[in-house]
């Protein structure tokens, strides 16, 4: 569900509803009737809630999953049981559709003051001239916020962190000791779209950021929110200028990423990991705990722990030399 601090719901809608709205028709022995509360991902997903199904790589999950229907195609439909089927041609987009029904994007709310009065500051809290802070934001005991820096409605701040100029945080949760260095940027939308016929249908993005104790983010790095689950940075990472983070990443504890870095949608980098300067993350590719990914790499493929990789795509270090190796001697001219 997404967090209530952040997001407000419609609904609920009957099933047969739903159907209508986003294009989809019932499948077999669907009741029309089915009262529908929420959108979920099929990990986390509880009965009355909705979700979508379209990549067989989660045929197991969806065997497990607890949810109360499922948007799927013809071809998949025979794999969902317990639950409501909604078919579609693409599910994808259907969801998107019904996300859109449950979170209907409304302007925010014009801000009479620059500290919302239902805002808590903790004792010891600093802030700079020009810093916006939002409703029911929460701001933990001696932390300082810079000048012109925006703390969104419902975000959490925790105690001691460095809140740098000209930076914007909203859908967050920060624990202790955080620094945040000038122009991050942190819990904007996602980069979620589904291509259609009639251009690009954007996916709402209902996730938070959710970045633990003593992580340091260098300047100007960004970091996108989930788009059902967290974006999560673990506790004493730390994160160059410059890098994109992408929705539902997920970063382990104590890992280093340097400059200029890209962690594409759903990529999971464990706990120790170290990502070179300007290294491509493809989406969903897993880094396994203590590897380390030389500059200038593209990974396109999960990567064990503790292996040391280089190249685009990638290899092993000792491979990518031998081959620059061999590419020499080819080359070489004779003198």
């Known amino acids: 569900m997404p967090d209530p601090r952040f997001y407000h719901r419609a609904g609920p809608f009957q099933l047969g509803e739903l159907a209508g709205r986003c294009g989809a028709r019932l499948g077999p022995g669907a009741d029309a009737g089915l009262v529908v509360h929420d959108v ?16 067989p790589s989660y045929v197991i999950a969806v065997a497990s999953s ?14 969902v049981a317990g639950g409501a089927v909604l078919i579609a041609a693409d599910p994808r987009a259907a969801f998107a559709r019904i996300a859109a029904e449950f979170y209907p994007s409304a302007p925010t709310p014009a801000q009479q003051q620059a500290v919302a009065a239902d805002a808590v500051l903790g004792a010891g809290v600093a802030l700079g001239p020009g810093v916006v802070i939002g409703a029911k934001a929460h701001i933990g005991e001696r932390t300082t916020v810079g000048a012109n820096a925006v703390i969104g409605p419902g975000v959490v701040i925790g105690n001691h962190c460095r809140i740098a100029a000209n930076t914007t945080l909203s859908h967050c949760l920060l624990g202790n000791g955080v620094i945040v260095h000038p122009g991050v940027q942190i819990g904007q939308d996602g980069f979620g779209f589904v291509p259609t016929g009639h251009g690009h249908l954007k996916v709402p993005q209902l996730g938070r950021v959710v970045i633990h104790d003593d992580v340091e983010i260098g300047a100007n790095t960004t970091v996108d929110r989930g788009t059902l689950s967290d974006t999560v940075i673990g506790a004493g990472s730390k994160i160059d200028n410059l890098v994109q983070i992408a929705h539902n990443v997920q970063i382990g504890s104590r890992c280093v990423i340097v400059a200029m870095a890209g962690l594409a949608g759903s990529c999971v980098i464990a706990d120790g990991a170290v990502i070179g300067g300007q290294v491509g993350v493809a989406p969903h590719v897993h880094v396994g705990e203590g590897a380390q ?14 292996e040391v990789m280089l190249g685009s795509p990638t290899r092993p270090i000792k491979q990518f030399w031998r081959e620059i190796a061999a590419l020499g001697r080819l080359t070489r001219r004779d003198k």
């Open 293 to 306: 990914i030389g500059a200038q790499s593209g990974v396109m493929r999960d990567i064990g722990p503790g």
């Open 66 to 79: 607890r949810f109360g229907a499922c948007v799927t195609t013809e071809k998949f439909a025979g794999k």
């Open 40 to 55: 979920a991902n099929i990990e986390t997903a509880a009965p009355g809630e909705i979700v979508y199904f379209s990549d």
